[in-house]
């Protein structure tokens, strides 16, 4: 009976889990339990394009770098690095070539003027160095003996006839009969093919050396200064010598301001050059094109004065149809800073 009491226990339906225990749907897993798609997984949660990495978390254009995207003018290509700009004498040499203008734009100003002032300073040493070793030359003993009796003292000149020195390329005119010589009287004697020109008034003494030109007001030596022929063969050299440092000094001062009112003017061609060619550059830029732009051409006008056997001078108009050009061609190169429009707003932004 045990046994039987124990086989029946064994084998109660209530033990072993009846029909809706051990074959209900309910039990096994329904469909919703075992295939349902929100068990395995929607479509929103399988494929679901922000589950999976909408373009803002894969990255779109703004997080994988556009043109804006840290470059602009200050780092070309997009790069994390911002590419270097150039050294003094990069700058020079880029300046040749319009491809490598969008190297110069990114010159901070300090160096750009650091650039300027050095390259003028260049130039004015060289023009002084060549104006000292042609005043070497000069035998001052002999040349006293060649002037007439003449003095200058309490700031004008006294002397009783004219004196004219004419030989090669040196012209010296001496008369009390005019007040002063001007710029305009020594350049055209220049045009006529005179490298040294040296005009003295009653009042004024006129320099033209290798197209630069200096002049000195006599008052402005003092009343007690006194020259004569005898002072010119003995003190005149030293004299010379203080009179062409000074008057180089203030011409370099005056070629750096000069540099940069020029490269000014230069803006406004350049500004105009980009809006003609639908190029959105920053002023900022255009300015450093322009002041880059003229390294070419004053490099030109330097090299011609230096040489002296050659007398060939480069008209002003000229210069500046040529400078404008080599612009046009630099900006054309340089990076476009026009804004990236924005994408379209759709569904899927939603």
Same mark, same amino acid.
Request: with cysteine; charged share 15%; net charge negative.
């Given at each position: 009976?045990?046994?039987?009491?124990?086989?029946?226990?064994?084998?109660?339906?209530? /033990?072993?889990?009846?029909? =809706?225990? %051990?074959? @209900?749907?309910?039990?096994? *897993? $329904?469909? #919703? +339990? &075992?295939?349902? !798609?929100?068990?395995?997984?929607?479509?929103? /949660?399988?494929?679901?394009? =922000?589950? %999976?990495? @909408?373009?803002?978390?894969? *990255? $779109?254009? #703004? +997080? &994988?770098?556009? !043109?804006?995207?840290?470059?602009?003018?200050?780092?070309?290509?997009?790069?994390?690095?911002?590419?270097?700009?150039?050294?003094?004498?990069?700058?020079?040499?880029?300046?040749? !070539?319009?491809?490598?203008?969008?190297?110069?734009?990114?010159?901070?100003?300090?160096?750009?003027?650091?650039?300027?002032?050095?390259?003028?300073?260049?130039?004015?040493?060289?023009?002084?160095?060549?104006?000292?070793?042609?005043?070497?030359?000069?035998?001052?003993?002999?040349?006293?003996?060649?002037?007439?009796?003449?003095?200058?003292?309490?700031?004008?000149?006294?002397?009783?006839?004219?004196?004219?020195?004419?030989?090669?390329?040196?012209?010296?005119?001496?008369?009390?009969?005019?007040?002063?010589?001007?710029?305009?009287?020594?350049?055209?004697?220049?045009?006529?093919?005179?490298?040294?020109?040296?005009?003295?008034?009653?009042?004024?003494?006129?320099?033209?050396?290798?197209?630069?030109?200096?002049?000195?007001?006599?008052?402005?030596?003092?009343?007690?200064?006194?020259?004569?022929?005898?002072?010119?063969?003995?003190?005149?050299?030293?004299?010379?010598?203080?009179?062409?440092?000074?008057?180089?000094?203030?011409?370099?001062?005056?070629?750096?301001?000069?540099?940069?009112?020029?490269?000014?003017?230069?803006?406004?061609?350049?500004?105009?050059?980009?809006?003609?060619?639908?190029?959105?550059?920053?002023?900022?830029?255009?300015?450093?094109?322009?002041?880059?732009?003229?390294?070419?051409?004053?490099?030109?006008?330097?090299?011609?004065?230096?040489?002296?056997?050659?007398?060939?001078?480069?008209?002003?108009?000229?210069?500046?149809?040529?400078?404008?050009?080599?612009?046009?061609?630099?900006?054309?190169?340089?990076?476009?800073?026009?804004?990236?429009?924005?994408?379209?707003?759709?569904?899927?932004?939603?």
């Amino acid at each position: 009976m045990d046994n039987q009491n124990n086989q029946q226990t064994n084998t109660d339906p209530c /033990q072993q889990g009846n029909y =809706y225990q %051990q074959n @209900n749907a309910y039990q096994q *897993g $329904n469909a #919703y +339990q &075992q295939n349902s !798609v929100y068990q395995q997984g929607s479509p929103y /949660q399988q494929n679901n394009a =922000y589950q %999976q990495g @909408n373009p803002y978390q894969q *990255g $779109n254009t #703004y +997080q &994988q770098g556009n !043109v804006y995207g840290g470059n602009g003018y200050g780092n070309y290509g997009g790069s994390s690095e911002p590419q270097k700009a150039p050294n003094i004498f990069q700058q020079f040499a880029f300046s040749f !070539v319009p491809n490598l203008y969008d190297r110069l734009v990114k010159v901070k100003t300090g160096s750009m003027i650091g650039f300027v002032t050095l390259l003028v300073l260049l130039a004015t040493l060289l023009s002084f160095v060549s104006v000292v070793a042609e005043f070497a030359s000069v035998d001052m003993e002999e040349l006293a003996a060649q002037l007439p009796e003449f003095k200058l003292t309490g700031g004008r000149l006294y002397m009783e006839e004219d004196f004219l020195y004419d030989e090669g390329n040196i012209l010296v005119y001496m008369t009390e009969d005019i007040d002063g010589f001007t710029y305009d009287d020594a350049d055209e004697l220049g045009d006529e093919g005179y490298q040294d020109v040296l005009l003295v008034g009653r009042d004024r003494i006129s320099i033209m050396q290798n197209g630069e030109y200096q002049q000195l007001d006599f008052s402005d030596l003092g009343d007690s200064f006194e020259i004569s022929r005898e002072w010119i063969a003995t003190k005149l050299a030293p004299f010379i010598m203080v009179v062409l440092v000074l008057g180089y000094i203030v011409f370099f001062l005056w070629r750096v301001l000069w540099y940069f009112l020029c490269a000014a003017v230069y803006l406004l061609f350049a500004m105009l050059i980009a809006s003609v060619m639908n190029r959105h550059v920053p002023g900022e830029a255009l300015f450093r094109t322009a002041v880059y732009a003229k390294v070419l051409m004053f490099v030109v006008v330097t090299f011609l004065d230096l040489i002296p056997f050659v007398d060939i001078s480069v008209p002003f108009l000229l210069r500046v149809v040529i400078t404008t050009v080599f612009m046009g061609f630099a900006i054309a190169k340089l990076p476009d800073n026009r804004p990236t429009p924005a994408p379209m707003m759709g569904q899927g932004w939603q």
